[in-house]
């Protein structure tokens, strides 16, 4: 059963990790920082800004940091919360194929 729920945890993670990169880029990058030497997936990764001259905040950093943490949060509790309804939601038909 724990098998179960890590292998959908792990499916969910990916796709909303994805999610949530695509979304820190087009809401973040030049509104809150500007970096140019990050894709959009190694946007989402701190530091956000490099330590070359052309990158910088716009934002205080700590604004940037704590809107990360938003977002991370949101990253490892939601596959989490619905990887443990739907185990929840068909433990009997789980119990019946998996033992």
């Known amino acids: 059963m724990k098998l179960t729920i ?6 969910l993670f990916s796709i909303v990790f994805l ?3 695509v979304l820190w880029h ?21 530091p956000f800004v490099q330590s070359n001259g052309s990158d910088f905040y716009i934002k205080p950093a700590r604004v ?9 949060g949101c990253t490892l509790l939601i596959p989490a919360v619905c990887s443990w309804l739907l185990v929840r939601m068909h433990q009997r038909a789980l119990q019946r194929t998996w033992m």
């Open 6 to 11: 890590l292998f959908i945890y792990g499916f």
């Open 19 to 21: 999610l949530s990169a």
């Open 26 to 46: 087009a809401q973040m990058q030049d509104v809150y920082f500007v970096c140019h030497g990050k894709g959009v997936i190694a946007d989402f990764v701190p």
């Open 64 to 72: 940037v940091y704590v809107i990360w943490m938003v977002y991370l």
